[in-house]
């Protein structure tokens, strides 16, 4: 069941770009039809959760939300090393559900 979304999580960890890199996680899950409500269960259980539901990534500056609006490109630089670490922890925790 998510086979797929599993696959372009390891990718996006590994470093590709999504098609718009001013997205987050939740619109590659969107894609694929995975539940917000199912996705913020698992994110939820990162490590470096930031205690944010909606911005779940940490910054060392900004808040989360100020992080997410002001950033151009969500996928460079520290900040997008800790979203591609998220998509790892996530991709990780899906195919425990097997």
């Given at each position: 069941?998510?086979?797929?979304?599993?696959?372009?999580?390891?990718?996006?960890?590994?470093?590709?770009?999504?098609?718009?890199?001013?997205?987050?996680?939740?619109?590659?899950?969107?894609?694929?039809?995975?539940?917000?409500?199912?996705?913020?269960?698992?994110?939820?259980k990162w490590p470096?959760?930031?205690?944010?539901?909606?911005?779940?990534?940490?910054?060392?500056?900004?808040?989360?939300?100020?992080?997410?609006?002001?950033?151009?490109?969500?996928?460079?630089?520290?900040?997008?090393?800790?979203?591609?670490?998220?998509?790892?922890?996530?991709?990780?925790?899906?195919?425990?559900?097997?």
């Amino acid at each position: 069941m998510y086979e797929k979304f599993v696959a372009e999580l390891r990718e996006l960890a590994d470093g590709a770009d999504p098609k718009d890199v001013a997205l987050g996680i939740c619109v590659v899950a969107a894609q694929h039809q995975i539940s917000r409500d199912f996705l913020k269960k698992v994110i939820g259980k990162w490590p470096e959760h930031s205690g944010s539901s909606q911005f779940p990534i940490p910054h060392k500056k900004l808040s989360p939300k100020e992080a997410f609006y002001s950033t151009p490109n969500l996928w460079v630089g520290s900040y997008g090393s800790t979203r591609r670490r998220l998509c790892t922890f996530i991709a990780d925790t899906l195919e425990d559900f097997k």
